[in-house]
Protein backbone atom coordinates (compact mmCIF):
# COMPACT_ATOMS: atom_id res chain seq x y z
CA UNK A 1 0.00 0.00 0.00
CA UNK A 2 1.30 3.47 -1.16
CA UNK A 3 2.11 5.56 2.30
CA UNK A 4 0.25 8.59 2.70
CA UNK A 5 0.50 11.78 4.77
CA UNK A 6 -2.98 11.26 6.48
CA UNK A 7 -2.20 7.58 7.59
CA UNK A 8 -1.34 8.17 11.27
CA UNK A 9 -3.48 11.11 11.82
CA UNK A 10 -6.35 11.16 14.09
CA UNK A 11 -8.88 13.07 13.26
CA UNK A 12 -11.89 15.37 14.85
CA UNK A 13 -15.41 16.41 13.64
CA UNK A 14 -16.32 19.75 14.66
CA UNK A 15 -20.33 20.94 14.06
CA UNK A 16 -19.67 24.15 14.15
CA UNK A 17 -23.22 26.06 15.21
CA UNK A 18 -22.03 23.99 18.79
CA UNK A 19 -18.98 24.18 19.48
CA UNK A 20 -18.49 27.85 21.15
CA UNK A 21 -20.21 30.84 20.43
CA UNK A 22 -17.69 33.99 20.74
CA UNK A 23 -20.08 36.99 20.18
CA UNK A 24 -23.06 36.11 22.61
CA UNK A 25 -25.78 35.41 20.17
CA UNK A 26 -26.30 31.97 20.72
CA UNK A 27 -24.51 30.32 17.85
CA UNK A 28 -20.96 28.64 17.54
CA UNK A 29 -18.63 30.64 15.40
CA UNK A 30 -15.64 30.53 14.08
CA UNK A 31 -13.89 32.87 16.31
CA UNK A 32 -15.14 30.42 19.14
CA UNK A 33 -13.13 27.39 17.03
CA UNK A 34 -10.19 29.06 17.21
CA UNK A 35 -10.26 29.80 20.64
CA UNK A 36 -10.28 26.52 21.13
CA UNK A 37 -7.62 25.61 19.11
CA UNK A 38 -5.14 24.91 21.75
CA UNK A 39 -7.59 22.64 23.42
CA UNK A 40 -7.52 20.43 20.22
CA UNK A 41 -3.75 20.56 20.16
CA UNK A 42 -3.33 19.90 23.42
CA UNK A 43 -5.88 16.71 23.19
CA UNK A 44 -3.79 15.45 20.20
CA UNK A 45 -6.03 15.51 17.10
CA UNK A 46 -4.92 16.23 13.42
CA UNK A 47 -7.62 16.91 10.60
CA UNK A 48 -10.36 18.89 11.95
CA UNK A 49 -13.48 18.33 9.81
CA UNK A 50 -15.90 21.62 9.72
CA UNK A 51 -19.08 20.74 8.95
CA UNK A 52 -21.18 23.47 6.19
CA UNK A 53 -20.16 26.93 7.40
CA UNK A 54 -21.20 28.19 3.84
CA UNK A 55 -23.88 30.83 3.12
CA UNK A 56 -26.82 28.47 4.05
CA UNK A 57 -30.64 29.29 4.98
CA UNK A 58 -30.06 26.43 7.71
CA UNK A 59 -32.88 24.67 6.39
CA UNK A 60 -30.57 21.30 7.23
CA UNK A 61 -28.13 22.90 9.42
CA UNK A 62 -25.97 24.23 6.70
CA UNK A 63 -26.05 21.17 4.29
CA UNK A 64 -27.97 23.30 2.25
CA UNK A 65 -25.70 25.94 1.16
CA UNK A 66 -26.90 28.80 -0.83
CA UNK A 67 -23.34 30.40 -1.61
CA UNK A 68 -20.22 27.72 -1.83
CA UNK A 69 -17.96 30.23 -1.68
CA UNK A 70 -18.76 32.63 1.14
CA UNK A 71 -19.26 32.24 4.47
CA UNK A 72 -22.48 32.32 6.66
CA UNK A 73 -22.22 35.30 8.47
CA UNK A 74 -23.79 33.58 11.70
CA UNK A 75 -20.54 31.75 11.71
CA UNK A 76 -18.45 34.79 10.95
CA UNK A 77 -16.68 35.88 7.68
CA UNK A 78 -13.98 34.81 4.81
CA UNK A 79 -11.16 36.21 7.31
CA UNK A 80 -12.13 34.45 10.33
CA UNK A 81 -11.81 31.45 7.99
CA UNK A 82 -8.53 32.00 6.46
CA UNK A 83 -7.20 33.34 10.58
CA UNK A 84 -8.94 29.65 11.30
CA UNK A 85 -6.86 27.97 8.66
CA UNK A 86 -3.66 29.74 9.91
CA UNK A 87 -4.29 29.16 13.31
CA UNK A 88 -4.44 25.48 12.50
CA UNK A 89 -1.39 25.27 10.38
CA UNK A 90 0.60 27.09 13.22
CA UNK A 91 -0.70 24.05 15.78
CA UNK A 92 0.15 21.62 13.04
CA UNK A 93 -3.56 21.24 12.27
CA UNK A 94 -4.97 21.07 9.14
CA UNK A 95 -8.98 21.94 8.23
CA UNK A 96 -11.25 19.85 5.96
CA UNK A 97 -14.51 21.43 4.56
CA UNK A 98 -17.96 19.48 4.05
CA UNK A 99 -18.35 18.89 0.35
CA UNK A 100 -22.00 19.30 -0.04
CA UNK A 101 -22.56 18.76 -3.64
CA UNK A 102 -25.57 16.00 -4.23
CA UNK A 103 -27.59 19.03 -3.61
CA UNK A 104 -27.50 22.70 -2.96
CA UNK A 105 -30.04 25.01 -1.30
CA UNK A 106 -33.27 26.14 -3.03
CA UNK A 107 -32.02 29.73 -2.41
CA UNK A 108 -28.62 29.37 -4.31
CA UNK A 109 -28.24 31.47 -7.30
CA UNK A 110 -28.75 28.42 -9.78
CA UNK A 111 -31.66 27.58 -8.80
CA UNK A 112 -32.96 30.94 -8.48
CA UNK A 113 -32.32 31.55 -12.38
CA UNK A 114 -33.37 27.43 -13.11
CA UNK A 115 -37.30 28.98 -12.01
CA UNK A 116 -36.68 31.58 -14.10
CA UNK A 117 -35.61 29.83 -17.33
CA UNK A 118 -36.13 26.01 -16.79
CA UNK A 119 -34.80 25.82 -20.40
CA UNK A 120 -31.51 27.78 -19.79
CA UNK A 121 -27.88 27.09 -18.57
CA UNK A 122 -29.35 26.78 -15.14
CA UNK A 123 -32.45 24.41 -15.46
CA UNK A 124 -29.92 22.13 -17.12
CA UNK A 125 -28.01 21.95 -13.29
CA UNK A 126 -31.25 20.31 -11.55
CA UNK A 127 -33.36 17.27 -12.53
CA UNK A 128 -36.59 19.12 -13.96
CA UNK A 129 -39.64 17.30 -15.33
CA UNK A 130 -43.22 19.04 -17.06
CA UNK A 131 -45.63 18.65 -14.27
CA UNK A 132 -48.35 16.21 -15.13
CA UNK A 133 -51.68 17.44 -15.75
CA UNK A 134 -53.65 14.75 -13.67
CA UNK A 135 -50.71 15.36 -10.72
CA UNK A 136 -48.94 12.17 -11.18
CA UNK A 137 -45.12 12.58 -9.83
CA UNK A 138 -42.34 11.59 -12.13
CA UNK A 139 -41.65 8.62 -9.61
CA UNK A 140 -43.33 7.47 -6.14
CA UNK A 141 -39.17 8.13 -4.72
CA UNK A 142 -39.54 9.13 -0.48
CA UNK A 143 -36.99 11.94 0.15
CA UNK A 144 -35.15 11.03 2.98
CA UNK A 145 -36.74 14.14 5.26
CA UNK A 146 -39.94 12.47 4.55
CA UNK A 147 -42.78 13.12 1.70
CA UNK A 148 -42.46 12.70 -2.26
CA UNK A 149 -38.94 13.97 -3.87
CA UNK A 150 -40.62 15.69 -6.06
CA UNK A 151 -41.69 19.81 -5.91
CA UNK A 152 -42.83 22.24 -8.26
CA UNK A 153 -40.48 24.39 -9.12
CA UNK A 154 -41.93 27.80 -8.50
CA UNK A 155 -43.14 30.56 -10.68
CA UNK A 156 -43.12 27.10 -13.78
CA UNK A 157 -45.21 24.24 -14.72
CA UNK A 158 -42.21 21.96 -13.54
CA UNK A 159 -41.41 19.56 -10.73
CA UNK A 160 -37.53 19.38 -9.40
CA UNK A 161 -35.95 16.18 -7.68
CA UNK A 162 -34.59 16.27 -4.31
CA UNK A 163 -34.20 13.23 -2.48
CA UNK A 164 -33.48 15.11 0.77
CA UNK A 165 -35.22 18.38 1.79
CA UNK A 166 -37.25 20.33 -0.05
CA UNK A 167 -35.14 22.90 0.23
CA UNK A 168 -32.41 21.10 -1.16
CA UNK A 169 -32.59 20.39 -4.85
CA UNK A 170 -30.50 17.51 -6.24
CA UNK A 171 -27.63 18.92 -8.58
CA UNK A 172 -27.76 17.04 -12.01
CA UNK A 173 -24.20 15.20 -12.55
CA UNK A 174 -24.62 13.92 -16.04
CA UNK A 175 -24.11 17.74 -16.80
CA UNK A 176 -20.28 18.32 -16.98
CA UNK A 177 -20.91 22.11 -16.69
CA UNK A 178 -22.42 21.48 -13.28
CA UNK A 179 -19.18 19.01 -12.78
CA UNK A 180 -16.86 21.84 -13.56
CA UNK A 181 -18.61 24.00 -11.37
CA UNK A 182 -18.25 21.62 -8.37
CA UNK A 183 -14.52 21.07 -9.35
CA UNK A 184 -13.52 24.74 -9.41
CA UNK A 185 -14.94 25.03 -6.33
CA UNK A 186 -12.89 22.44 -4.73
CA UNK A 187 -9.82 23.98 -6.57
CA UNK A 188 -10.22 27.36 -4.75
CA UNK A 189 -10.48 26.19 -1.20
CA UNK A 190 -7.71 23.93 -1.53
CA UNK A 191 -6.00 26.95 -2.47
CA UNK A 192 -6.74 28.02 0.40
CA UNK A 193 -4.73 26.16 2.47
CA UNK A 194 -7.53 23.64 3.58
CA UNK A 195 -6.30 19.99 3.59
CA UNK A 196 -9.38 18.82 2.27
CA UNK A 197 -12.85 17.58 1.99
CA UNK A 198 -15.78 15.12 3.69
CA UNK A 199 -17.59 14.38 1.21
CA UNK A 200 -21.56 14.42 1.71
CA UNK A 201 -24.41 11.85 0.48
CA UNK A 202 -21.90 11.56 -2.48
CA UNK A 203 -23.68 7.89 -3.41
CA UNK A 204 -26.78 9.96 -4.41
CA UNK A 205 -24.86 11.49 -6.84
CA UNK A 206 -25.81 9.04 -9.43
CA UNK A 207 -29.18 8.52 -10.80
CA UNK A 208 -30.46 5.38 -13.00
CA UNK A 209 -30.43 5.89 -16.88
CA UNK A 210 -34.57 5.95 -16.41
CA UNK A 211 -36.31 7.41 -14.01
CA UNK A 212 -39.76 4.67 -12.79
CA UNK A 213 -41.29 3.54 -9.72
CA UNK A 214 -40.56 0.77 -7.49
CA UNK A 215 -43.08 -0.87 -4.92
CA UNK A 216 -44.16 0.90 -2.75
CA UNK A 217 -43.02 0.73 1.32
CA UNK A 218 -44.98 2.03 3.18
CA UNK A 219 -48.77 3.57 3.11
CA UNK A 220 -47.92 6.20 2.00
CA UNK A 221 -47.34 5.04 -1.51
CA UNK A 222 -43.61 5.89 -1.70
CA UNK A 223 -40.72 3.52 -2.40
CA UNK A 224 -37.53 4.01 -0.26
CA UNK A 225 -34.42 6.11 -2.41
CA UNK A 226 -32.17 2.72 -1.87
CA UNK A 227 -34.16 1.31 -4.27
CA UNK A 228 -33.10 4.07 -7.21
CA UNK A 229 -29.78 3.74 -5.91
CA UNK A 230 -29.37 0.17 -6.12
CA UNK A 231 -30.38 0.49 -9.59
CA UNK A 232 -27.68 3.36 -10.30
CA UNK A 233 -24.59 2.64 -12.21
CA UNK A 234 -21.40 4.49 -13.48
CA UNK A 235 -20.90 6.51 -10.07
CA UNK A 236 -17.17 5.72 -10.62
CA UNK A 237 -16.73 7.54 -13.75
CA UNK A 238 -17.90 11.22 -11.44
CA UNK A 239 -15.78 10.01 -8.56
CA UNK A 240 -12.59 9.56 -10.88
CA UNK A 241 -13.15 12.84 -12.71
CA UNK A 242 -13.76 14.66 -9.16
CA UNK A 243 -10.41 12.70 -8.28
CA UNK A 244 -8.55 13.31 -11.18
CA UNK A 245 -9.63 17.21 -12.02
CA UNK A 246 -10.09 18.06 -8.53
CA UNK A 247 -8.62 16.28 -5.71
CA UNK A 248 -5.30 14.94 -6.88
CA UNK A 249 -3.54 17.81 -8.10
CA UNK A 250 -3.66 18.98 -3.94
CA UNK A 251 -2.81 15.56 -2.54
CA UNK A 252 -6.00 16.57 -0.85
CA UNK A 253 -7.05 13.97 1.59
CA UNK A 254 -10.87 12.74 1.30
CA UNK A 255 -13.58 11.16 3.07
CA UNK A 256 -16.14 9.83 2.01
CA UNK A 257 -20.18 9.77 3.51
CA UNK A 258 -20.77 6.26 1.62
CA UNK A 259 -23.55 3.98 2.63
CA UNK A 260 -24.48 0.83 1.27
CA UNK A 261 -21.32 -0.09 -0.19
CA UNK A 262 -20.81 -3.00 -2.58
CA UNK A 263 -17.98 -5.51 -1.82
CA UNK A 264 -16.63 -4.86 -5.35
CA UNK A 265 -16.74 -1.55 -5.46
CA UNK A 266 -14.45 -0.87 -2.42
CA UNK A 267 -11.15 -1.24 -3.76
CA UNK A 268 -12.13 1.65 -6.21
CA UNK A 269 -13.22 3.91 -3.49
CA UNK A 270 -10.56 3.55 -1.57
CA UNK A 271 -8.11 1.22 -2.61
CA UNK A 272 -4.78 2.72 -3.96
CA UNK A 273 -5.66 5.34 -6.09
CA UNK A 274 -9.32 5.32 -5.21
CA UNK A 275 -11.89 7.84 -5.56
CA UNK A 276 -11.39 8.69 -1.60
CA UNK A 277 -8.45 8.36 0.78
CA UNK A 278 -11.09 6.88 2.78
CA UNK A 279 -14.59 6.32 4.09
CA UNK A 280 -16.67 5.94 6.71
CA UNK A 281 -17.27 2.48 8.22
CA UNK A 282 -21.24 2.51 8.76
CA UNK A 283 -22.12 -0.94 9.77
CA UNK A 284 -22.79 -0.89 13.23
CA UNK A 285 -24.88 2.33 12.31
CA UNK A 286 -27.34 1.18 10.25
CA UNK A 287 -27.53 -2.03 11.78
CA UNK A 288 -31.38 -3.16 12.60
CA UNK A 289 -32.19 0.33 10.22
CA UNK A 290 -36.18 -0.70 9.02
CA UNK A 291 -37.57 0.64 6.29
CA UNK A 292 -41.02 1.89 8.54
CA UNK A 293 -38.65 3.93 10.16
CA UNK A 294 -36.36 4.52 13.35
CA UNK A 295 -39.17 2.79 15.45
CA UNK A 296 -39.03 -0.06 13.90
CA UNK A 297 -35.18 -0.26 14.56
CA UNK A 298 -33.50 -3.35 15.88
CA UNK A 299 -31.47 -2.03 19.24
CA UNK A 300 -27.77 -3.67 18.63
CA UNK A 301 -26.01 -5.33 21.82
CA UNK A 302 -22.72 -4.97 22.53
CA UNK A 303 -21.78 -8.52 20.85
CA UNK A 304 -24.18 -7.16 17.90
CA UNK A 305 -21.69 -4.03 17.83
CA UNK A 306 -18.70 -6.83 17.78
CA UNK A 307 -19.94 -8.64 14.57
CA UNK A 308 -20.50 -5.07 12.92
CA UNK A 309 -16.87 -4.54 13.39
CA UNK A 310 -15.43 -8.05 12.55
CA UNK A 311 -17.28 -8.21 9.57
CA UNK A 312 -16.32 -4.56 8.23
CA UNK A 313 -12.83 -5.88 8.55
CA UNK A 314 -13.09 -8.93 6.89
CA UNK A 315 -14.92 -7.07 3.79
CA UNK A 316 -11.94 -4.34 3.78
CA UNK A 317 -8.57 -6.44 4.53
CA UNK A 318 -5.63 -4.28 3.27
CA UNK A 319 -7.44 -2.93 0.79
CA UNK A 320 -7.75 0.51 2.24
CA UNK A 321 -8.54 2.51 5.29
CA UNK A 322 -12.30 3.07 6.43
CA UNK A 323 -12.53 5.78 8.75
CA UNK A 324 -13.99 4.70 11.98
CA UNK A 325 -16.34 6.15 14.18
CA UNK A 326 -19.19 5.69 17.36
CA UNK A 327 -21.03 8.75 16.74
CA UNK A 328 -21.65 11.96 14.56
CA UNK A 329 -23.88 15.25 13.96
CA UNK A 330 -26.28 12.75 12.50
CA UNK A 331 -26.02 9.88 14.72
CA UNK A 332 -27.20 9.52 18.90
CA UNK A 333 -24.35 9.78 21.04
CA UNK A 334 -22.32 6.67 20.95
CA UNK A 335 -22.35 6.03 24.39
CA UNK A 336 -26.16 6.17 24.68
CA UNK A 337 -26.13 3.68 21.78
CA UNK A 338 -23.48 1.11 22.08
CA UNK A 339 -24.14 1.15 25.81
CA UNK A 340 -26.39 -0.12 28.15
CA UNK A 341 -27.62 2.14 31.29
CA UNK A 342 -25.53 -0.22 33.75
CA UNK A 343 -22.13 -0.21 30.97
CA UNK A 344 -22.71 4.04 30.74
CA UNK A 345 -19.93 4.52 33.66
CA UNK A 346 -16.85 6.59 32.93
CA UNK A 347 -14.95 3.13 32.49
CA UNK A 348 -17.48 1.84 30.06
CA UNK A 349 -17.46 5.10 27.75
CA UNK A 350 -13.03 4.50 27.84
CA UNK A 351 -13.70 0.79 27.26
CA UNK A 352 -15.90 1.74 23.84
CA UNK A 353 -13.05 3.93 22.96
CA UNK A 354 -10.58 1.64 23.35
CA UNK A 355 -12.26 -0.86 21.15
CA UNK A 356 -13.19 1.54 18.34
CA UNK A 357 -10.02 3.74 18.46
CA UNK A 358 -7.58 1.14 17.99
CA UNK A 359 -9.22 -0.56 14.99
CA UNK A 360 -7.14 -0.36 11.85
CA UNK A 361 -8.54 2.33 10.23
CA UNK A 362 -8.66 6.25 10.51
CA UNK A 363 -9.80 7.70 13.82
CA UNK A 364 -12.50 10.15 13.99
CA UNK A 365 -13.51 11.66 17.46
CA UNK A 366 -16.84 13.99 17.12
CA UNK A 367 -16.73 16.68 19.49
CA UNK A 368 -18.09 16.00 23.24
CA UNK A 369 -17.21 12.31 22.39
CA UNK A 370 -14.01 13.06 24.35
CA UNK A 371 -15.45 13.74 27.21
CA UNK A 372 -18.31 10.91 27.18
CA UNK A 373 -21.19 13.47 26.21
CA UNK A 374 -24.82 11.60 26.22
CA UNK A 375 -28.09 11.70 24.49
CA UNK A 376 -30.42 14.50 26.01
CA UNK A 377 -33.68 12.92 27.10
CA UNK A 378 -36.46 14.31 24.64
CA UNK A 379 -39.81 15.65 26.54
CA UNK A 380 -41.93 17.14 23.88
CA UNK A 381 -41.43 17.37 19.69
CA UNK A 382 -41.03 21.36 20.36
CA UNK A 383 -37.86 20.72 21.30
CA UNK A 384 -36.74 19.09 18.62
CA UNK A 385 -34.92 21.40 16.00
CA UNK A 386 -33.55 18.10 13.09
CA UNK A 387 -35.77 17.91 10.29
CA UNK A 388 -35.19 14.31 10.36
CA UNK A 389 -36.37 13.40 13.94
CA UNK A 390 -39.56 15.28 13.16
CA UNK A 391 -40.45 13.49 10.04
CA UNK A 392 -39.31 10.11 12.29
CA UNK A 393 -41.66 11.11 14.81
CA UNK A 394 -44.54 11.93 11.95
CA UNK A 395 -43.66 8.76 10.66
CA UNK A 396 -44.16 6.97 14.15
CA UNK A 397 -47.51 7.95 15.21
CA UNK A 398 -48.81 7.45 12.28
CA UNK A 399 -47.85 4.12 12.20
CA UNK A 400 -49.96 4.12 15.10
CA UNK A 401 -46.74 4.06 17.86
CA UNK A 402 -47.94 5.78 20.73
CA UNK A 403 -46.51 9.61 21.63
CA UNK A 404 -44.53 8.14 24.22
CA UNK A 405 -42.88 5.85 22.39
CA UNK A 406 -42.17 7.55 19.54
CA UNK A 407 -40.77 10.41 22.01
CA UNK A 408 -38.67 7.39 23.37
CA UNK A 409 -37.54 6.36 20.14
CA UNK A 410 -36.70 10.05 19.39
CA UNK A 411 -34.87 10.56 22.65
CA UNK A 412 -32.44 7.40 21.89
CA UNK A 413 -32.22 8.35 17.55
CA UNK A 414 -32.29 12.33 17.31
CA UNK A 415 -29.78 13.86 15.38
CA UNK A 416 -30.30 16.72 17.74
CA UNK A 417 -28.47 14.10 20.48
CA UNK A 418 -24.92 15.27 18.82
CA UNK A 419 -26.02 18.99 18.12
CA UNK A 420 -26.80 20.20 21.84
CA UNK A 421 -23.79 22.72 22.71
CA UNK A 422 -20.24 21.69 23.13
CA UNK A 423 -20.21 20.77 27.38
CA UNK A 424 -17.02 23.17 28.53
CA UNK A 425 -17.54 24.12 32.17
CA UNK A 426 -19.93 24.40 34.81
CA UNK A 427 -21.12 27.84 34.19
CA UNK A 428 -24.57 29.00 31.99
CA UNK A 429 -25.32 26.77 28.95
CA UNK A 430 -22.28 24.78 30.02
CA UNK A 431 -19.91 27.69 29.45
CA UNK A 432 -20.73 27.29 25.40
CA UNK A 433 -22.61 30.79 24.88
CA UNK A 434 -22.75 34.23 27.49
CA UNK A 435 -26.17 34.29 25.53
CA UNK A 436 -29.31 32.17 24.67
CA UNK A 437 -28.27 29.09 22.72
CA UNK A 438 -29.72 28.02 19.96
CA UNK A 439 -30.55 24.45 20.85
CA UNK A 440 -30.75 23.55 24.93
CA UNK A 441 -27.78 22.14 26.37
CA UNK A 442 -28.08 19.00 28.00
CA UNK A 443 -28.61 19.61 31.85
CA UNK A 444 -26.17 16.82 32.72
CA UNK A 445 -23.35 19.58 31.90
CA UNK A 446 -22.81 20.21 35.52
CA UNK A 447 -21.03 16.44 36.15
CA UNK A 448 -20.03 16.04 31.82
CA UNK A 449 -17.69 19.00 31.34
CA UNK A 450 -14.27 20.10 29.96
CA UNK A 451 -13.05 21.78 32.77
CA UNK A 452 -13.99 19.26 35.13
CA UNK A 453 -11.86 16.98 33.50
CA UNK A 454 -9.14 18.93 32.11
CA UNK A 455 -8.14 18.43 36.06
CA UNK A 456 -8.80 15.04 36.69
CA UNK A 457 -6.33 12.14 36.19
CA UNK A 458 -8.59 9.53 35.33
CA UNK A 459 -11.38 11.27 33.37
CA UNK A 460 -12.73 10.07 30.13
CA UNK A 461 -10.56 13.11 28.40
CA UNK A 462 -7.68 12.00 30.14
CA UNK A 463 -8.14 9.16 28.79
CA UNK A 464 -8.79 9.95 24.81
CA UNK A 465 -5.50 11.65 25.61
CA UNK A 466 -3.49 8.96 26.06
CA UNK A 467 -5.43 6.24 23.30
CA UNK A 468 -4.01 9.32 20.88
CA UNK A 469 -0.49 9.46 22.13
CA UNK A 470 -0.57 5.33 22.48
CA UNK A 471 -1.65 5.21 18.59
CA UNK A 472 1.41 8.08 17.74
CA UNK A 473 3.70 6.33 19.94
CA UNK A 474 6.65 5.55 17.76
CA UNK A 475 7.44 2.14 19.24
CA UNK A 476 3.72 0.78 18.35
CA UNK A 477 2.41 3.47 15.34
CA UNK A 478 3.50 0.91 12.95
CA UNK A 479 1.36 -1.79 14.33
CA UNK A 480 -1.26 0.27 15.40
CA UNK A 481 -1.78 2.32 11.65
CA UNK A 482 -0.13 -0.35 9.47
CA UNK A 483 -0.58 -3.51 11.27
CA UNK A 484 -3.35 -6.29 10.51
CA UNK A 485 -6.56 -6.37 12.73
CA UNK A 486 -7.39 -10.29 13.56
CA UNK A 487 -10.78 -10.85 15.88
CA UNK A 488 -10.26 -12.91 18.33
CA UNK A 489 -13.85 -14.31 18.00
CA UNK A 490 -14.73 -16.37 20.85
CA UNK A 491 -14.31 -14.59 23.77
CA UNK A 492 -18.15 -14.57 25.26
CA UNK A 493 -21.08 -12.41 25.39
CA UNK A 494 -20.02 -8.64 25.96
CA UNK A 495 -16.56 -9.23 25.25
CA UNK A 496 -14.52 -7.60 22.28
CA UNK A 497 -11.22 -8.50 21.61
CA UNK A 498 -8.71 -8.35 18.63
CA UNK A 499 -5.42 -8.87 17.78
CA UNK A 500 -3.12 -5.42 16.13
CA UNK A 501 -0.08 -6.97 14.30
CA UNK A 502 2.68 -5.59 12.52
CA UNK A 503 6.01 -7.00 11.43
CA UNK A 504 7.25 -9.50 15.03
CA UNK A 505 4.88 -6.95 17.09
CA UNK A 506 1.76 -8.27 18.12
CA UNK A 507 -0.80 -6.70 20.16
CA UNK A 508 -3.77 -7.35 21.97
CA UNK A 509 -6.51 -5.21 22.55
CA UNK A 510 -9.53 -6.13 24.88
CA UNK A 511 -12.65 -5.00 26.73
CA UNK A 512 -15.17 -6.96 29.19
CA UNK A 513 -18.30 -4.83 28.59
CA UNK A 514 -19.77 -7.22 31.39
CA UNK A 515 -20.06 -5.73 35.23
CA UNK A 516 -18.83 -9.13 36.38
CA UNK A 517 -14.28 -10.58 35.46
CA UNK A 518 -13.90 -12.32 31.99
CA UNK A 519 -10.95 -14.36 31.25
CA UNK A 520 -10.13 -14.15 27.59
CA UNK A 521 -7.57 -16.99 26.30
CA UNK A 522 -4.71 -16.17 23.62
CA UNK A 523 -4.44 -17.94 20.89
CA UNK A 524 -1.77 -21.04 21.16
CA UNK A 525 1.57 -19.01 20.02
CA UNK A 526 3.00 -18.29 23.12
CA UNK A 527 3.97 -14.45 24.33
CA UNK A 528 7.28 -13.17 24.31
CA UNK A 529 6.19 -9.39 25.48
CA UNK A 530 3.51 -9.15 28.03
CA UNK A 531 3.77 -5.30 28.55
CA UNK A 532 0.62 -3.26 29.29
CA UNK A 533 0.30 -0.60 27.36
CA UNK A 534 -2.87 0.99 28.64
CA UNK A 535 -5.86 0.65 30.91
CA UNK A 536 -9.09 2.18 31.12
CA UNK A 537 -9.22 1.83 35.19
CA UNK A 538 -6.97 -0.40 37.57
CA UNK A 539 -4.53 -3.18 36.79
CA UNK A 540 -4.41 -5.55 34.03
CA UNK A 541 -4.06 -9.29 34.96
CA UNK A 542 -2.46 -10.78 32.50
CA UNK A 543 -0.40 -14.21 32.96
CA UNK A 544 1.23 -14.53 29.86
CA UNK A 545 -1.55 -16.82 28.15
CA UNK A 546 -4.77 -15.60 29.97
CA UNK A 547 -5.73 -11.74 30.23
CA UNK A 548 -8.45 -11.55 33.52
CA UNK A 549 -10.81 -8.40 32.97
CA UNK A 550 -12.12 -6.73 35.75
CA UNK A 551 -16.08 -5.66 35.04
CA UNK A 552 -15.90 -2.44 32.25
CA UNK A 553 -12.21 -3.11 32.37
CA UNK A 554 -10.36 -2.58 28.54
CA UNK A 555 -6.72 -3.25 28.37
CA UNK A 556 -3.62 -2.87 25.46
CA UNK A 557 -0.92 -5.91 26.16
CA UNK A 558 1.82 -5.95 24.10
CA UNK A 559 1.89 -9.62 23.56
CA UNK A 560 4.99 -10.19 21.20
CA UNK A 561 7.73 -7.58 20.72
C1 LIG B 1 -25.47 13.90 5.08
C2 LIG B 1 -25.23 14.82 6.25
C3 LIG B 1 -26.54 15.15 6.89
C4 LIG B 1 -27.41 15.85 5.89
C5 LIG B 1 -27.52 15.05 4.59
C6 LIG B 1 -28.02 15.91 3.49
O1 LIG B 1 -25.98 12.69 5.46
O2 LIG B 1 -24.32 14.25 7.13
O3 LIG B 1 -26.39 15.93 8.04
O4 LIG B 1 -28.67 16.05 6.43
O5 LIG B 1 -26.30 14.53 4.16
O6 LIG B 1 -27.03 16.81 3.08
CA1 LIG C 1 -21.84 33.45 17.61
Same mark, same amino acid.
Given at each position: ???????????YQIY??SFMD??????G???G???K??YL?DL?V????????????????????????????????????????????????????????????????????????????????? !??? #?? @?? &?????? %??????? *??????????????????????????????????????????????????????????????????? !??? #?? @?? &?????? %??????? *?????????????????????????????????????????????????????????????????????? #?????????????????????IIENH?EPRGVSRYLTDEMRTEGGKKALAT?YF???????IYQGQEIGMENKRIR???E??????? #????????????????????TF?SRDNARTPMQWNEEAHAGFT???P?LAENPNYTCINVQEQLGREDSVLAYYKKLI???????????????????????????????????????????????????????????????????NE??????????????L?A???????
Amino acid at each position: MERKWWHDKVAYQIYPKSFMDSNGDGIGDLQGIIRKLDYLKDLGVDILWLSPIYCSPLADEGYDISDYYAIDPRFGTMEDMEELIAEAKKRGLTILMDLVVNHCSDEHEWFKKACEDPEGRYGKFF !YLR #DK @DP &GGKLPT %NWRSYFG *GPSWAELPGTDKLYLHVFHTKQPDLNWENPELREEVYRNIRWWMEKGIGGFRIDAIINIKKPAVFHD !YPA #DR @DD &GLSSIQ %NMLLEAE *GIGEFLGEMRDKAFAPYDAFTVGEVFNEREEDIPLFIGDGGYFSTMFDFTAEIFGRSEKGWFDTKRLTID #DFRECMFAAHRKIGDIGFYSTIIENHDEPRGVSRYLTDEMRTEGGKKALATVYFLRRGLPFIYQGQEIGMENKRIRTVAELDDISSI #DAYKVAVDAGISKERALETLTFFSRDNARTPMQWNEEAHAGFTKGEPWLAENPNYTCINVQEQLGREDSVLAYYKKLIALRKDPGYKETFVYGAFEPLPDCGHNVIAYLRKGGAQTILVAANFNTGERQIKLPAGGCTGGKTLLVNEGEAAFDGSVLTLKGLQAAVILLKI
